[in-house]
């Protein structure tokens, strides 16, 4: 009967322990997943240099899902860098239109949109860098400091520094 015995205790305990292991290894993975996932974003992954391409004061960037566009302050052009950050040899100014002082950009899936701080206004542009003649203001809302732009897919956001909020506009 003590064989028996062992045998009736000794299998639940086996059935036991392996499901207190299974459990033990599935926490793990969940746990190892959740650090994996942590640590895929937000670690360093590499920089490039800007001043190479002549970008010197480097403010705003976009990505229109192929090339990162990268505004400059001091010479109030756009310049395009491929993903791995390397200058493609095309750049285009935007003073000629207006906006002396391009600050933010964002792209839209069609056209690039410029903040220009001197002006307080949104400069629209083609995938190409033409001005398209259209341009409206942030002042009017309040938005007299705008620092950044975004587009969501409809609505186009600009940060203020001077009153920390976010404007929406359509």
Known sequence: TGQADTRRCGKPLERNMRLLASIGFAFLLSFLAA?????AVGDYQSSWDTAGSGNGNPQGIAWDGTYFWVTDISDDEV??????????????DTAGSGAGSPQGITWDGTNFWILD??????????ASGVYQSVSWS?????????????????????MDQADDLAYKYN
């Open 117 to 126: 701080q001197g002006d307080d206004l949104v400069y629209k542009y083609n």
């Open 79 to 92: 310049y395009k860098y491929n993903a791995s950050g390397v200058y493609q040899s095309v750049s285009w």
């Open 35 to 39: 650090y994996v996932a942590f640590a």
């Open 138 to 158: 942030t002042v009017g809302s309040g938005a007299a400091d705008g620092v950044g732009i975004t587009w969501d897919g409809t609505y186009f956001w600009v």
